[in-house]
């Protein structure tokens, strides 16, 4: 029977993509792809929209319960995060491969070098709240430059 530790961990690390000795960020991403790919083939940026709002949801509870277990802030190899904010960043990609490359890179990058808004909430929220709300504005804003380089 799974206990209650092992569900968060289960949900925290994404399917333990988290678990990954180096880069669980960009494990946890890349855990993403496949999940997005399928939601997007089916139901298009509604569907996207709506897995990333049940994966936030989720993981706004899941992290914070895991961390206040674990009496940890926000370790790396929780990356349910990456999974909300990478779906964001692949709004417009459809089902192109070379889009999603794009859409990781971009999410990649906001996530690492955390401009503002993403720093803010890194910083400044605390708890699963804020374990998850800087990678969803890093997803936005890779999404908003993947849609403004799809207009020029």
Same mark, same amino acid.
């Given at each position: 029977?799974?206990?209650?530790?092992?569900?968060?961990?289960? +949900?925290?690390?994404?399917?333990?993509?988290?678990? /990954?000795?180096?880069?669980? !960020? &960009?494990?946890?991403? *890349?855990?993403? #792809?496949?999940?997005?790919?399928?939601?997007?083939?089916?139901?298009?940026?509604?569907?996207?929209?709506?897995?990333?709002?049940?994966?936030?949801?989720?993981?706004?509870?899941?992290?914070?319960?895991?961390?206040?277990?674990?009496?940890?802030?926000?370790?790396?190899?929780?990356? +349910?995060?990456?999974?909300?904010?990478?779906?964001? /960043?692949?709004?417009?990609? !459809? &089902?192109?491969?070379? *889009?999603?490359? #794009?859409?990781?890179?971009?999410?990649?990058?906001?996530?690492?070098?955390?401009?503002?808004?993403?720093?803010?909430?890194?910083?400044?929220?605390?708890?699963?709240?804020?374990?998850?709300?800087?990678?969803?504005?890093?997803?936005?804003?890779?999404?908003?430059?993947?849609?403004?380089?799809?207009?020029?």
């Amino acid at each position: 029977m799974i206990n209650k530790k092992q569900l968060l961990e289960f +949900i925290c690390t994404w399917f333990y993509s988290g678990k /990954a000795p180096k880069a669980p !960020g &960009t494990f946890g991403s *890349l855990a993403t #792809l496949p999940f997005v790919y399928l939601v997007s083939s089916c139901w298009h940026i509604p569907g996207i929209i709506a897995f990333s709002a049940a994966v936030f949801i989720i993981g706004v509870w899941a992290a914070d319960a895991y961390v206040k277990m674990l009496n940890l802030k926000d370790p790396g190899f929780i990356v +349910i995060d990456e999974t909300a904010g990478q779906a964001l /960043a692949l709004l417009f990609a !459809g &089902t192109n491969i070379y *889009l999603y490359l #794009l859409g990781f890179a971009l999410f990649r990058l906001f996530d690492i070098l955390k401009p503002w808004p993403v720093s803010w909430a890194d910083k400044k929220v605390p708890g699963g709240l804020g374990i998850m709300l800087d990678d969803v504005f890093a997803g936005l804003m890779a999404a908003a430059v993947m849609k403004a380089l799809l207009l020029i």
